[in-house]
């Protein structure tokens, strides 16, 4: 259980052009999904919070324009690299928090996802 | 401001050998810590957490991690590893100001020599 999936795995793409990548929890339902930014040998630098239903939260310095995010239901989230430059080369993951009703419990859950490695040219 | 320092960029041990990765943490209060474990063409898999409680956590796989709060220290340690666990290792430590967002460390990599 618990099985979050990302697509593509990888994708490359030409300078200026956009990218789409979908993130899905396939056997739970998620309220929030966070976007994450790994550089290589690096750890993972957390883009933005999206919660089902509303606007994306944005980590300070990343640019929203820039990385769209939408999460139009309990299971599907989608980051669109829009104008890719050879600089947003990355590799990126997304984790899917469950949804817990009634529990205001800290429990920070979360599961990843695989990553997409986005190469653009 | 909460951080997480993971000294140990890379470590290669032996199979059959133990192991031990290192993981300090700056934490204003009680922190909730986890170690996660990062395969290639894999996601990111929870080994661990520690919210409470007993100060020696066992996890999966063979696992296990000890919180000292006098030393800061949130250390992974296992008692012998096989070829299997080469992977990177990341140390995380739960925001303060946020039951969502995690934290991580910068991450050891862990060579297996057969």
């Known amino acids: 259980g618990a099985v979050v999936s990302q697509h593509p795995s990888w994708v490359i793409c030409k300078s200026g052009t956009s990218v789409k990548i979908e993130c899905r929890s396939l056997d739970f339902q998620a309220t929030t999904m966070f976007w994450y930014r790994q550089f290589p040998k690096q750890s993972l630098m957390l883009m933005a919070t999206s919660n089902e239903g509303s606007k994306a939260t944005y980590e300070q310095g990343v640019e929203k324009d820039k990385f769209l995010i939408n999460h139009a239901s309990l299971t599907l989230s989608t980051l669109t690299v829009t104008s890719a430059h050879p600089e947003d080369s990355s590799f990126y993951i997304c984790s899917a928090r469950p949804l817990s009703i009634g529990d205001f419990r800290p429990s920070y859950e979360q599961y990843f996802g695989p990553g997409t490695r986005l190469t653009v040219t | 401001a909460q951080s997480v320092t993971q000294p140990d960029i890379h470590i290669t041990v032996s199979e059959g050998a133990s192991l031990e990765l290192r993981c300090n943490y700056s934490?204003?209060?009680?922190?909730?810590l986890f170690w996660y474990v990062q395969s290639p063409g894999q996601g990111l898999q929870l080994l661990l957490k520690y919210f409470s409680g007993d100060t020696l956590v066992q996890g999966i796989k063979g696992f296990e991690a000890e919180f000292k709060r006098s030393q800061s220290s949130f250390n992974l340690r296992k008692p012998s590893v096989h070829w299997s666990d080469a992977a990177e290792y990341f140390c995380?430590?739960?925001?303060?100001?946020?039951?969502?967002?995690?934290?991580f460390g910068p991450g050891t990599s862990l060579s297996v020599i057969p």
């Open positions: 995380a430590v739960g925001a303060e100001t946020s039951y969502d967002k995690v934290i």
């Open positions: 934490y204003g209060a009680t922190p909730y």
